[in-house]
């Protein structure tokens, strides 16, 4: 049996778009280069690629429960969401679950998907752009209302308003001023680790459950077989559900999108390179950046390597980033078919 493990990095290119919101575009600051540097979190990288993986498959995430609680002054507090922690679900098979619920033995699973934040290749191949934008609808005074109220909320009638703009000198616009929005442009890298172990295994440890009772006898039923893998007896997804999750997954990975809060600001994020090993270094060294020394001022250059034994793929849009690469046109078709190759070669059903 070969390594059990798949690791991935894909290289994207963003353009004056935003992908991850905190008061705009999420940045943290790089000390060693002083300056402000875009990203993704991981769970959005996950969801994104959760969410596409689901859209192949033709089915809908697993249903959550959010509980409220009505607190003794009355407010309305937070409870803990629960999971159905069901691994027939594809997206709880393939992204873990936890539920301590009152009463119960709490239940976890550890996603098989370990994934990356979308992070800049270098931080001196990213850039973040700030702006103000405008709701502007003052072209058509007569059709947008502009209502005046006072400090204690009371409405103005119309001689009240005329009254306050001729004492204060000012008029009213129908224009509202969006301040400090911030963009992400450059390239980006994201890496995802797959844990093929655990990928279709669920653990029968009756120490720490990864499943009730009850759920584990609905799997049997529905022909999951017990076996054993690195970490002791578990219960195996069967083989034609295993292929489709497979198919799914590979396509998924490879071609997920960050689409949320992109109305104003929807950038391609065309992927340029895909590399995958089962050598985590490698995968590191494959799609790399290097600081140039040909300038006094610090200047970084991507670096795609096809020398350092990973399978890697670059596709046609890599040619205008990067130098020296020469992409093809089924390149992530390539690197799908690669993927779903190795996850069909582990043998999931006789690990031990």
């Not at 489709?244 to 490879?254: S, T, V």
């Amino acid at each position: 049996m070969g390594a059990p493990f798949i690791y991935l990095r894909g290289l994207r290119h963003a353009e004056h778009t935003v992908f991850c919101v905190q008061e705009g575009q999420k940045t943290y600051y790089d000390s060693q280069f002083g300056k402000y540097v875009p990203y993704s979190s991981g769970q959005q990288v996950k969801r994104s690629a959760l969410d596409s993986i689901l859209e192949i498959l033709g089915e809908q995430q697993a249903p959550i429960t959010f509980n409220k609680i009505i607190k003794e002054k009355g407010g309305l507090g937070e409870g803990e969401p629960w999971s159905p922690c069901d691994p027939k679900y594809t997206d709880q098979l393939l992204g873990g679950w936890m539920r301590a619920q009152a009463g119960e033995t709490p239940v976890k699973r550890r996603s098989p998907l370990s994934i990356s934040a979308m992070r800049a290749l270098h931080p001196l191949l990213s850039s973040v752009a700030r702006e103000n934008l405008t709701f502007d609808r003052s072209s058509n005074p007569d059709i947008h209302p502009v209502k005046v109220r006072d400090a204690n909320g009371k409405e103005l009638s119309e001689a009240e308003i005329n009254k306050f703009l001729k004492d204060k000198k000012i008029s009213l616009t129908r224009r509202n001023f969006i301040q400090d929005n911030t963009r992400a442009t450059g390239l980006f890298v994201y890496d995802i680790a797959i844990d093929m172990r655990t990928l279709f295994s669920v653990s029968l440890n009756k120490y720490e459950r990864e499943i009730t009772d009850d759920i584990g006898k609905e799997l049997r039923d529905n022909g999951w077989k017990e076996s054993k893998n690195a970490f002791g007896s578990c219960l195996i997804c069967p083989k034609k559900k295993r292929n489709e999750i497979i198919n799914a997954l590979a396509k998924g990975i490879i071609n997920w999108r960050i689409t949320s809060n992109q109305s104003r600001t929807f950038s391609l994020m065309e992927t340029l390179a895909i590399t995958i090993s089962d050598n985590a270094n490698k995968v590191a060294s494959a799609i790399r950046a290097k600081l140039s020394e040909e300038t006094e001022k610090s200047r970084a250059i991507p670096i795609i390597d096809d020398t350092v034994g990973t399978d890697l793929f670059i596709a046609l849009p890599c040619d205008g980033y990067i130098q020296g690469v020469h992409g093809t046109a089924n390149a992530l078709d390539d690197a799908e078919n690669r993927l779903k190759e190795m996850l069909l070669a582990f043998d999931y059903e006789k690990q031990a």
